[in-house]
């Protein structure tokens, strides 16, 4: 018996370039991914990835279990859907857009919102293309004529819907608490988007005159223009040193209020001095003091981090440093300024601005 030599019947090493692409165009066009309309229903939404990056190994591994199971339940006869989408990730898209803008020599506040939100989508499409692309090219098996955006109109009505029915039932209300304020990107930030950092700083110590003229409480500082939203001092209910004190008011320097003396358990006696000034619109701690003491919170910042118009008229409009060393000078000439000491301190900026985020209500 004689064998004649014939061409290998496939490639010696598998080329998924010449095999793959091509088929999966064909089953995108004939439709195999979409829903059957019959069986029971199985339903997967792929949690959207942000519009501004592309896929990373986390996303090929959960996006490869979200497809085996949408294939399984398809070959079972389910009415299966798997349905694709992208974040407009608020905060790191408008950052994108700006660097844009600002490379020609312009801001968002020059286009205006309408013109900013075309701007987005324009990045959108430039951006999201390479997203899909990257999933068209793991195989995932998404029914792409439901491929959505988290700005689309519809899903911004639904947003809306269920934010309104949950208020209607009761499950969610409004309320004012502190957020970590970015004073350049003028958005709330996560605790997960600031990053601490331990910086030099210093300790200012100032004089708070007792109201009935018996003397005054010193207390230690590393943001002297807060003051000007202080509501209270506090000491520990234990300290010998200010127990008689609890209950009297002393006056607030340059902001010309009274504000009382109160006694907390937050307060370390053997810290600074063992009183601390308590601004609950600006500090953390501060507002879980006020809503135990129920003070009242006075925002002293604009959406800049300026000083707004809750402060004296001196200080309106004033970048918060340039605020900063106007109260330190004014506590001076007064006479009401102890000692300033050096000390390193933990800085909160965000991580995408660098600006000193800026606790806020």
């Known amino acids: 018996m004689f064998f004649t030599q014939q061409e290998p019947l496939m ?81 790191a898209t408008q950052m994108v857009v700006e660097r844009q803008l600002n490379s020609d020599d312009k801001t968002r506040h020059d286009l205006g919102r309408e013109a900013f939100i075309e701007r987005i989508w324009e990045w959108k499409h430039e ?73 030099a700083g210093h300790f200012w110590h100032m004089r708070y005159p007792l109201a009935d003229g018996s003397g005054h409480l010193v207390v230690a ?5 807060t003051m000007l939203g202080d509501t209270a001092v506090a000491v520990h209910p234990e300290d010998e040193r200010y127990r008689d004190l609890v209950g009297k008011t002393v006056r607030l320097p340059l902001a010309d209020r009274e504000i009382p003396i109160i006694a907390d358990d937050y307060v370390d006696p053997e810290f600074g001095t063992g009183c601390v000034k308590i601004t609950p619109a600006h500090d953390f701690n501060d507002y879980e003091i006020g809503r135990r003491h129920a003070l009242p919170m006075i925002n002293v910042f604009t959406i800049d981090a300026c000083i707004n118009e809750n402060a004296p008229a001196k200080y309106r409009n004033l ?43």
């Open 11 to 91: 490639e010696k090493t598998y080329n998924p370039h010449a095999i793959e692409q091509r088929w999966y165009e064909t089953w995108e066009r004939e439709g195999h991914f979409a829903p059957s309309g019959e069986g029971a229903p199985y339903c997967i939404m792929i949690p959207p990835p942000n519009v501004t990056g592309s896929l990373h190994m986390g996303h090929a591994f959960q996006h490869t279990l979200m497809d085996a199971l949408t294939r399984y339940h398809r070959m079972r006869g389910d009415n299966t859907l798997w349905q694709p989408g992208t974040d407009h990730a608020g905060i």
């Open 127 to 199: 951006s999201g293309g390479t997203i899909t692309r990257q999933l068209r090219r793991m195989g995932s098996s998404v029914d792409w004529s439901r491929e959505r955006f988290t700005m689309d109109k519809g899903l911004s009505k639904a947003v809306r819907e269920t934010f309104v029915r949950l208020y209607e039932d009761g499950l969610i209300y409004r309320g004012k608490r502190l957020v970590n304020w970015d004073p350049v990107l003028h958005t709330a930030v996560s605790d997960l988007e600031v990053i601490s950092g331990e910086e």
């Open 221 to 225: 500082t590393t943001r002297p223009e």
């Open 319 to 361: 970048d918060r440093y340039a605020a900063r060393k106007q109260i330190v000078t004014d506590l001076d000439e007064q006479g009401l300024l102890e000692k300033i000491e050096e000390h390193k301190l933990m800085v909160p900026r965000g991580d995408r601005s660098g600006a000193v985020v800026e606790p806020g209500s």
